[in-house]
Every structure is written in structure tokens, then in C-alpha cells.
């Protein structure tokens, strides 16, 4: 049974940066297709990006542009580098494969001050 664990969320100014990490233990996922994803207050989760095993890469329109997502299939790891970031980024940001068949971590909190 794969785990992930997300890391990497705080609290940054709008225009602030940060970097999200997924990091995936029990099994590899360096042969799946990642995504990450938020859900913020009062909200149903939403689709921030994806990233193939080879590093191909899809974005939500409300943050291509600005996040960008890779990974480490090394490490078993998938990051997704948040830039210029917004009041709206604020969410609890979440990874998974893309069909959402593993069991959910507990995400990374994100809140982006005005």
C-alpha cells in the first residue's frame, strides 16, 4: 500500500514562492502519472497539476504560468514549485495519481496573505 506524505505548505506573502513535496513510500510511483490538487475552505478539491513519468506536464489555467511541477523518480518524489503566489492559492494541497486510486495523505497547508 503506497503512502504519501506532503510537506512543504506555510504561510507567504502574495508574490511569495513556495515549494510542495510528495513523497511516496511503500511502493514506487515512478511509473505513474502524479497530480496535485487543493481544496480550499469551503470548497470541493480541485486539479492544480499533473506530471507524467517521463515529466510531461498539464496545468489548471488559474496557475499555468506559475507553478511549476517535477519529480525525483529516484527518490519517489513529486514537487510542485509555487511562484507569484495569490490570495486565492490559499488551500490545503494534496498529490495522488491521477485517478485518485491511492489512499489520501494528510496535505500541506498553503495560506497566501494579501
Known amino acids: 500500500q503506497v503512502q504519501l506524505v506532503e510537506s512543504g505548505g506555510g504561510l507567504v506573502q502574495a508574490g511569495g514562492s513556495l515549494t510542495l513535496s510528495c513523497a511516496a513510500s511503500?511502493?514506487?510511483?515512478?511509473?505513474?502519472?502524479m497530480g496535485w490538487y487543493r481544496q480550499g475552505p469551503g470548497q470541493q478539491r480541485e486539479f492544480v497539476a499533473s506530471?507524467?513519468?517521463?515529466?510531461?506536464?498539464k496545468y489548471a489555467d488559474s496557475v499555468k504560468g506559475r507553478f511549476t511541477a517535477s519529480r525525483d523518480n529516484n527518490k519517489n518524489i513529486v514537487y510542485l514549485r509555487m511562484n507569484s503566489l495569490k490570495p486565492q492559492d490559499t488551500a490545503l494541497y494534496y498529490c495522488?495519481?491521477?485517478?485518485?486510486?491511492?489512499?489520501w495523505g494528510q496535505g500541506t497547508q498553503v495560506t497566501v496573505s494579501s
Open positions: 506530471i507524467t513519468s517521463g515529466g510531461n506536464t
Open positions: 511503500g511502493s514506487t510511483i515512478s511509473r505513474t502519472t
Open positions: 495522488n495519481t491521477v485517478n485518485w486510486n491511492l489512499s
